[in-house]
Nanobody
Framework: QVQLVESGGNLVQTGGSLRLSCAVA????????MSWYRQAPGKQRELVAS??????????NYADSVKGRFTISWDSAKDIVFLQMNSLQPSDTAVYYC??????????WGQGTQVTVSS
């Protein structure tokens, strides 16, 4: 089993920045993909960013709406994935979920962390 624990969600003003963290615990050595998803009220969950880890050479992938503003990164020494979010907009308001994949893009989900951007 793999456990994912997110942190870093907060209330921020338009144009501000936040950095989300997701610590990976448990049987984590088989993880090959780390992703961030988000779900706004009344909307479907959507992929925000994803990357390959532990030798997976897939390119970093971003939703068009966040390209140039968000950056996903991986600390291999600590098994933590980050999402740096800059130039935040009210449309970025959502619950953000960390996800880890072994044989599929997503096999495990975190509990979510709330990001609210005020106008």
């Amino acid at each position: 089993q793999v456990q994912l624990v997110e942190s870093g969600g907060n209330l921020v003003q338009t144009g501000g920045s936040l950095r989300l963290s997701c610590a990976v615990a448990g049987t984590r050595f088989s993880i090959r993909t780390m992703s961030w998803y988000r779900q706004a009220p009344g909307k479907q969950r959507e992929l925000v960013a994803s990357m390959g880890v532990r030798g997976n050479s897939m390119s970093d992938n971003y939703a068009d709406s966040v390209k140039g503003r968000f950056t996903i990164s991986w600390d291999s020494a600590k098994d933590i994935v980050f999402l740096q979010m800059n130039s935040l907009q009210p449309s970025d308001t959502a619950v953000y979920y960390c996800a880890a994949g072994q044989s599929r893009p997503v096999d495990y989900w975190g509990q979510g962390t709330q990001v609210t951007v005020s106008s």
